[in-house]
């Protein structure tokens, strides 16, 4: 059997002190080709015999992120190119110029692998990890999909996604005995997929296309608990509780709860920087909005508990790192879950990162404070269209809507007859 050498090489370069292009070089036959990976380093980032970037030291995190992200790509190109050369062995002997043929073919923008690779790397740019999770999760459903009905099928081109193949492929997702709102997701992000390769001009918008298929998202069991079950919270001791963990848990709970529903992972991402003279502001990771919330009494006290100096973040949840962030968090918002659904076993109800954020919007909702302010139950499809809703106010009105949702009380008197005015 003919060996088909794969290298990942750099371009030579007259000019000193200057990024130079990658390539991967194919000899086949004694015949070579190149295939440029426009990914470009300069000389000190490039270890040629590993055939990897390399971080020298003192490289600024943004370019440390960008170095990990080439060793990734070539990862990928390499795994791609070995599967072509897998599918060409199948059919007999080959040349290195079908290799090139086939992978151009593969990473083509017409190809809906090659196009959902492309979103996932613009995501991940932007660091809109859930949205390229999301992606991923669909291309390896709809990748397997197509396996079942033709061996090269994952080469699909986007124009070759029609009403029939959609329908077909809600068939499969439902044998499959998924839930309808999982059924649902896969087809929705199918939709939003085809429709930027559509605004990008890559393919005909079809009006109508996944008229046929359930996209529709079905209401759920409510994730609002009592307001009794935050005052249960607040009533248990660390003692109570038995270990730290247990404890700083309960409290990221309540913070969140606090702060008007914080996700997560924006918690998970404060640092003292974040602190502005009274007032606590962050920017959204979910819609890039900025939100500014006062430091009311309960909110600094959760703070100065877990202060450390010589520690950049407000919570001790993940440790700084450049490399391998949203995995870290991941695994954060795993733990913090199964220690929240310890806690809520020991006061009798179910706990988890969401229910802060729909439990503030229920109480709020039942003190009186009108829906414009908070949406029913964060009810809105898109939160981020809800926190654009509230942000057209003052914020003093929503620093005194959020005291009150918490204490009941607040310093300044705005209740007129019996109910709230804000």
């Not at 080469?155 to 499959?176: F, G, V």
């Not at 046929?212 to 001791?237: C, G, M, P, S, Y």
Request: aromatic residues 10%.
């Amino acid at each position: 059997m003919t060996y088909t050498s794969i290298k990942i090489k750099q371009r030579k370069s007259v000019v000193s002190n200057r990024r130079v292009p990658l390539y991967m070089q194919l000899i086949r036959h004694r015949k070579m080709k190149r295939i440029p990976l426009d990914l470009y380093v300069y000389p000190e980032e490039w270890e040629p015999d590993k055939q990897i970037a390399v971080i020298p030291p003192g490289t600024e995190r943004t370019q440390s992120e960008y170095l990990l992200r080439i060793n990734e790509v070539i990862e990928q190109a390499r795994q791609t190119v070995g599967q072509i050369i897998g599918q060409l062995e199948k059919k007999g002997d080959f040349t290195v110029d079908d290799i090139i043929a086939s992978y151009t073919k593969k990473i083509s923008s017409a190809y809906l692998p090659a196009y959902i690779d492309k979103l996932v790397r613009e995501l991940t740019e932007q660091q809109r990890h859930a949205t390229s999770r999301h992606y991923r999760s669909l291309q390896n459903s709809f990748n397997n999909f197509l396996s079942q009905q033709d061996s090269n099928g994952q080469d699909i081109t986007l124009s070759a996604i029609n009403k029939a193949k959609i329908i077909e492929y809600e068939k499969y997702l439902n044998a499959q005995g998924l839930a309808p709102n999982t059924v649902s997701f896969y087809l929705r992000t199918l939709r939003a997929i085809r429709n930027k390769a559509v605004a990008a001009g890559l393919v005909e918008d079809e009006p109508g296309l996944f008229k046929q298929v359930n996209t529709r998202i079905e209401k759920t069991q409510k994730r609002a608990v009592k307001e009794e079950t935050i005052k249960d919270l607040e009533a248990l001791t660390d003692e109570k509780l038995e270990t730290p963990n247990l404890s700083l848990a309960r409290d990221l709970f309540l913070f969140s709860y606090y702060t008007r529903g914080m996700a997560f992972i924006d918690i998970v991402h404060l640092t003292k920087d974040n602190i502005r003279g009274d007032m606590l502001v962050y920017t959204r990771r979910k819609t890039g909005q900025e939100l500014q919330i006062k430091l009311i009494p309960k909110i600094r006290a959760l703070i100065e508990k877990y202060y450390l100096e010589d520690f950049p973040y407000l919570f001790p949840i993940i440790k700084q790192s450049a490399s391998e962030e949203y995995k870290k968090y991941e695994s954060a918002l795993r733990t913090q879950n199964l220690r929240l659904k310890k806690i809520g076993e020991s006061i009798g109800c179910y706990l988890s990162t969401y229910i802060p954020r729909h439990t503030w919007a229920s109480v709020a909702k039942s003190k009186g404070i009108p829906e414009e302010l908070i949406s029913e139950g964060m009810g809105h499809t898109s939160l981020k269209t809800t926190r654009i809703y509230i942000a057209t106010f003052d914020n003093t009105r929503l620093d005194r809507m959020n005291e009150f949702v918490i204490s009941g009380t607040c310093k300044e008197n705005y209740l007129t007859g019996n109910s709230v005015s804000w």
